[in-house]
């Protein structure tokens, strides 16, 4: 396994007007990155305007939304979203979905029934939308009656599984074309891995034909407390929507966690970072060049050949993107 097969990527969230989002892209693109993911919160700009607007400023990198929620968008528009990027980024376009954070779907009303079974439906029908075929379902979420896109086939968009739990990760080892293990614990990541491995080869795939990412926030600085502080918001909203079983896996008091979740619903960000911040190495990466890189070789080493860096990326995105590609992208692949 050669240390030059690895792919670097990005998420991040798309929290900044159109120029800024643009011109991040359009960086991004020329420094070598393999996909850019751009992440759905209702709270920031839209996912697919802001898919649009980078499509136009890239010529390369892959691009696509990680992750959307069946709960909040229905696969049909999905599919419809999907095959309308691929019209700007012909060949380009990836698609991740996933249950969602339980507490912004919780602030929107949605309650999250059967989130296995849910996303593996919604990926079946994505699938078979993207392919022109006419879809009838009808399941415990969604009812379909002679659902067809009447345009832009497209049999080539990969679909990625946003997971963490062990049941979610078994489906989509089973049927995702990718998943986005969202860890940044080395012990969880290797668990996770080795999981999806497993599951796959009982379910007659070759590991080769599923991409296993890690998804892992960063936040790359030459100043150690700079990226700590721009870390700890991203740590505490994935803290308060891990599980209680993932949480005791981490060694993180479900009492604490309570606290970070109630903090976050009462929109008091400052509260919920400060209980965080002894737990952030946990949940996040951050520190300088040297630091990231050392952290991102101990996931390279657990057989990942696919990093995803995402959200906050550095306290000054582009001023980290390129110290990720000058510093860190060379010593992850051996350069």
């Keep these: 396994m050669s240390l030059l097969t690895l792919k670097l990527s990005v998420e991040f969230a798309p929290k900044w007007p159109p120029p800024v989002l643009r011109d ?6 020329g420094l070598g990155f393999d996909t850019i993911w751009v992440s759905d919160h209702y709270h920031n700009r839209n996912v697919f305007i802001t898919l649009a607007i980078i499509a136009s400023a890239t010529h390369r990198t892959k691009i696509g939304p990680g992750i959307l929620s069946p709960y909040i968008h229905h696969p049909a528009y999905i599919a419809q979203s999907v095959l309308t990027l691929t019209d700007l980024a012909k060949g380009r376009v990836v698609c991740g979905i996933g249950a969602g954070d339980f507490l912004s779907l919780m602030q929107l009303g949605f309650e999250r029934p ?12 994505i699938r078979s939308l993207l392919r022109g075929e006419s ?4 399941s415990s979420m ?11 086939v497209q049999d080539n968009v990969p679909i990625y599984v946003g997971a963490q739990g062990d049941n979610m990760l078994r489906m989509a080892a089973r049927f995702a074309d990718g998943v986005l293990i969202n860890f940044s614990d080395e012990n969880m990541l290797k668990s996770a891995r080795d999981l999806v491995c497993c599951t796959s080869a009982e379910a007659g795939r070759r590991v080769s034909d599923i991409d296993i990412v890690a998804h892992t926030p960063v936040s790359i600085s030459d100043d150690v407390l700079l990226a700590k502080k721009a870390v700890l918001p991203y740590a505490a909203y994935i803290l308060a929507g891990s599980s209680d079983a993932a949480l005791k896996r ?12 109630s903090a976050i619903m009462r ?3 400052q509260e919920a970072k400060s209980l965080v911040e002894d737990e952030v190495d946990k949940f996040a990466i951050y520190g300088t060049p040297k630091q990231v890189s050392e952290r991102l070789l101990a996931i390279r080493s657990l057989g990942y050949e696919h990093i995803v860096i995402g959200s906050p990326i550095g306290p000054d995105p582009q001023r980290a993107m390129v110290l990720l590609s000058k510093n860190v992208l060379p010593a992850l692949r051996g350069e």
């Design 24 to 29: 991040l892209a359009k960086l991004i693109d």
């Design 114 to 125: 059967n989130p296995v079974g849910v996303v593996r439906d919604a990926l079946f029908i």
């Design 135 to 138: 879809m009838n379902v009808c």
């Design 142 to 152: 969604f009812k379909l009656i002679n659902v067809k896109i009447n345009f832009g």
């Design 250 to 261: 981490l060694d993180v008091n479900i009492e604490k966690a309570s606290k970070v979740r």
């Design 267 to 269: 929109m008091n960000l």
